[in-house]
């Protein structure tokens, strides 16, 4: 266990070597407070949810491993929820996806949800302090079983994720009302093929068609911000993704929704990082998927990497946090969820502070003077500087565990909770 003094000493060092620099420790400690990041519930199950105990992922997206202790209850994912929270400072965000939905044992169908079925959430969210998103579930359903859903070319298939979606938004717009803090909805779907199709227009004309029914209604952006999120692919619809990165940068830009980035959905060497300014030109806020992929779309727990610190790089010197939405989105079996949750959210805590630690004043003045020698050099520089005395310090102000600490909570988490769970 860390020394609380030592903790404070190190840190007022770490302040006057920032301060060398022109940097504000104070500030930038400030500024990370305000941030909350919307975790997603989903980490906790391998994205089941609470329709059915014998739910099955598809859709294209795979959680693999099966270490032990995934939440199988509501009670159970709360419960694992509140304990990664007591393991992340600052105050954030739950992201929940409608096949969460509490329905007290009476099974209902996705186009008839209402926010009855999320009160519990709701009151539970309000309770713990916390905002919520909101996602519509596309996936892991009878009537996306042959991997279309708002482009099938079944119109009552159509029909039914249409009735789903608007259900949704206006579940999403209760929440936001309810938590007085607007809810981020975000659109995703995974209708493409395997192979190669004749037909590449006919499913996208059906997909604008239906997102506009969905939209048809005007909520009040207090309550609600829509997003849609666009993919590569999908596995087993590696060909074609009716809803690829153009069709969706197109449908927000001439809708004025909200675009969402996920790190994992482009071509290998792209990243989101360079697309934040670009789509921000253009789209009135972004919502972020911060994933890690490896080798693929493969929702990797969120570590701090150079993409994640480029991310957080990126909305802090840009100057528009105020229009990213940031939220997470991996999913691992193989290791402790409680631990995962816990990694990932601390590494985007980090990346933003390490950002917020930056002199870019600075660097932005010897870039306009075109010397980009000086500009690397320091760039180079400042990765050394005693960030993790800064970092060490934010946590002992927040009250949650210094260093690995943390992973003490959660071996005893295991042991007293998960381990009962067969
Ligand atoms: C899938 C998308 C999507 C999902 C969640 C569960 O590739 O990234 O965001 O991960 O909706
Ligand atoms: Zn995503």
Redesign the pocket.
Known sequence: MANPKNIEKTYQLAQESYGEWGVDTRAALKSLKRIAISM?C?QGDD?RGFERPDAKLD???QATGNYPGAARTIGELRCDIEQALKLIPGKHRLNL?ACYLDHGGKAVDRDKITVDHFQSWIDWAKANGLGMDF?PTYFSHPMSADGFTLSHADPAIRKFWIDHGVACRKIAAAIGKQLNNPSVI?F?I?DGYKDIPVDRMAPRQRLVESLDSIFTETLNQNYIRDAV?A?LF?IGAESYTVGSHEFYLGYAVSRKKLL?L?A??FHPTEVISDKLSAVLEFVPEVLL?V?RPVRW?S?HVVILNDELVAIAQEIIRSGQLSRIHIGL?F?DASINRIAAWTIGMRAMLKALLFAFLEPTDTLREIEHQGNYTRRLGILEELKTLPFAAVWDYYCLQHDVPIGAAWLEQVRDYETRVLKNRG
């Open positions: 997603h989903w994205v859709g294209g997206i996806h996602n975000n995703w995974p999120e993919k999908g969402c996920d994992g959905h998927h994933s779309d929702d989105d999913f």
